[in-house]
C-alpha cells in the first residue's frame, strides 16, 4: 500500500540531500526495503529530469556471497563495481535489514579482506559523488529502540524529514568556532580526552550526507591525543555488538582497549597501523535523536552526544590517517547520562550536552 511519507522522504532525499539535476545518473541501491519507497525513489529522480539506477539487494544472499567470497571473486566485484562508481553522479542508499547481525558469523579476516578489496569504491563514491545514505525502518530496529514498530516508524518519518535548513545556522557558528580553536578537552565520567584541532576544517552535516543528519565533524591532529574515553551507547562494527567501549591514548595511539568484547575490538583496532588512530571528532546535535539505538546513522547524531572515531579521516577533515577501519564510538553527556563539559581553548563550549556560548544555543533541544 502506498504511504505519502514515502514520497515525502524521496523527494527531500533527491531535491535537498543530493540537489539533483537534470540529466545527471543516480544510483540508488536498496537493502531490504519495500518496493514502494524504490519506486518513490525512481519516481522522484525521473521527476527532476535524472536518470535511475537500481540494484537492489538482500542480507541474507549477502552474508551467503561473503561467507564464500573468493580473493579473486572480490577483485572482479571491486572492478565492476568501480567502473560503474565512475560514471555516476550521485548515490542514494537504503539500508532495511531485519536482522542488523546478519554478517557477525562472517569471519572477520573475510570482513576485513572486502572492507580491503571495496575500499576504492568506497573512496570514489565518497569522494566523487553526491550521496546520501540513510536506515530503514524495521521491526528489529524498534526492538532496538525500546518502541513498538508503529511508534517507530512514526518517530523515524519524524526524524528524517525535518527541516535541517533551521540547523544550519548554529552549525556555522559552530563550525567556524572549531577551525580558530587550537586545545580541546572533553570530560565526564570515565572520560578526560586532550586534543589538538590546529588547522584541520570542520565539517557541517545538515542533512546533506546521512539521513537522519545533526552533527559538526572535525578530526584531531593525529599524534596530539592524549588521555581517556569511556564510550556510554552500544555499539555494533562489523555485526558484532560493543558495550562499555574504553580507549587510552599515549601520543595519539590507543595503547588500551576493553569491552564486553575485549579481545574483538583489539583485533578490529589491529586491522591496519591507521585503526588505533583517531580519523573522526564530532559533536552530535539532532533534537529529536536522543537515545541510542546500536545503528550508528542515528546515535552518532544523538543531541547532546560527541563522537571519537578509530580509524580513517575524511578528506574534508584530513589528518592524514589511514585505515579500512572507520568506527564511529559514541558517548552521551546529557545529565541521565552522567553529564560531560567539553571545552575549546580553555572556554566552556557545552556543559551536560547544552550549548554555553550564545551564538551557539540555537543548537540546544529547547531551541
Known amino acids: 500500500m502506498h504511504d505519502p511519507r514515502f514520497d515525502k522522504l524521496a523527494k527531500l532525499l533527491v531535491g535537498y540531500s543530493i540537489r539533483l539535476k537534470r540529466n545527471e545518473m543516480v544510483l540508488v541501491e536498496a537493502f531490504d526495503v519495500p518496493d514502494e519507497m524504490t519506486i518513490a525513489l525512481i519516481r522522484a529522480i525521473q521527476k527532476a529530469g535524472a536518470l535511475p539506477f537500481v540494484q537492489v539487494h538482500h542480507a541474507r544472499v549477502n552474508r ?8 579473486r571473486q ?17 548515490y542514494v542508499a537504503l539500508r532495511g535489514s531485519n536482522n542488523i547481525t546478519e554478517l557477525s558469523d562472517v569471519p572477520i579476516d573475510r570482513m576485513k579482506l ?13 569522494k566523487k559523488t553526491k550521496w546520501v545514505v540513510l536506515r530503514w525502518p524495521t521491526p528489529s530496529m524498534a526492538q532496538l529502540a525500546g518502541m513498538s514498530t508503529e511508534a517507530f516508524e512514526d518517530f523515524y518519518f519524524d526524524v528524517c524529514t525535518l527541516d535541517y535548513r ?8 559552530l563550525k567556524a568556532l572549531m577551525e580558530k580553536t587550537d586545545r580541546v578537552e572533553v570530560k565526564g565520567p570515565g572520560t578526560d580526552l586532550r586534543f589538538s584541532i590546529k588547522g584541520i576544517p570542520a565539517v557541517v552535516c545538515g542533512g546533506d550526507r546521512n539521513i537522519p543528519d545533526g552533527e559538526v565533524f572535525t578530526c584531531p591532529v593525529k599524534h596530539s591525543v592524549q588521555g581517556h574515553v569511556t564510550f556510554n551507547a552500544p555499539s555494533i562494527y562489523q555485526s558484532v555488538g560493543f558495550d562499555g567501549i574504553r580507549l587510552e591514548f599515549r601520543d595519539g595511539k590507543i595503547v588500551e582497549a576493553t569491552s564486553n568484547q575485549t579481545e ?26 536522543l537515545e541510542p539505538m546500536r545503528d550508528i546513522l542515528f546515535d552518532e547524531k544523538i543531541a547532546g552526544s560527541f563522537h571519537f572515531t578509530p580509524g580513517q579521516a575524511y578528506e ?4 592524514g590517517n589511514r585505515s579500512q ?4 564510538m559514541v558517548s552521551i553527556q546529557r545529565p541521565e547520562y552522567g553529564g560531560g563539559e567539553v571545552y575549546f581553548d580553555g572556554k566552556l563550549i557545552r556543559r551536560d550536552g547544552e550549548f554555553v556560548p550564545k551564538r551557539l ?6 531551541h
Open 325 to 328: 577501519v572507520h568506527w564511529d
Open 74 to 90: 572480490l577483485n572482479l566485484i571491486a572492478s565492476h563495481e568501480l567502473a560503474r562508481m565512475k560514471k555516476i553522479d550521485a
Open 361 to 366: 544555543r540555537s543548537l540546544n533541544r529547547n
Open 114 to 126: 572486502m572492507a580491503k578489496k571495496m575500499r576504492p569504491v568506497q573512496d570514489q563514491r565518497v
Open 64 to 71: 551467503a556471497l561473503a561467507l564464500a567470497a573468493s580473493d
Open 264 to 289: 574483538k575490538l583489539n583485533k578490529i583496532l589491529d586491522s591496519d597501523a591507521g585503526a588505533r588512530y583517531i580519523g573522526e571528532f564530532s559533536l552530535g546535535l539532532n533534537p529529536r535523536v
Open 166 to 173: 533551521k540547523l544550519q545556522p548554529g552549525m556555522k557558528a
Open 316 to 319: 574534508e577533515a584530513d589528518n
